[in-house]
């Protein structure tokens, strides 16, 4: 799973863009810092933070990678992330 991947909750629910793996930026200390944060509740490197839309409302959450299927990866979208 990578960033502007689209995932969604084995158990169903709506589509999710990832917006960021945990663990995957080493050299940005503010992520690092809040990596160490999601660590702390039982997140690890490799779980996902994502953000979806209900209605105009915009949520994010953090999901455990083994919860969740890629229905879309950002590869498909013809652009990169960076």
């Known amino acids: 799973m990578k960033t502007?991947?689209?995932v969604q909750l084995k158990s169903g629910g709506p589509r999710m863009t990832v917006q960021r793996v945990?663990?995957?930026?080493?050299?940005?200390?503010?992520?690092?810092?809040?990596d160490e944060f999601l660590k702390m509740k039982g997140f690890?490197?490799?779980?996902?933070?994502?953000?979806?839309?209900?209605?105009n409302r915009l949520n994010d959450g953090t999901f455990k990678v083994n919860t969740l299927n890629v229905v879309e990866t950002s590869s498909n979208f013809g652009f990169s992330m960076g």
Do not use: R
Not at 22 to 34: C, E, P, Q, R, Y
Not at 44 to 55: A, M, P, R
């Open 4 to 6: 502007g991947d689209i």
């Open 22 to 34: 945990i663990g995957s930026d080493k050299s940005n200390f503010g992520l690092k810092a809040a």
């Open 44 to 55: 690890e490197d490799g779980d996902v933070i994502c953000q979806w839309f209900e209605g």
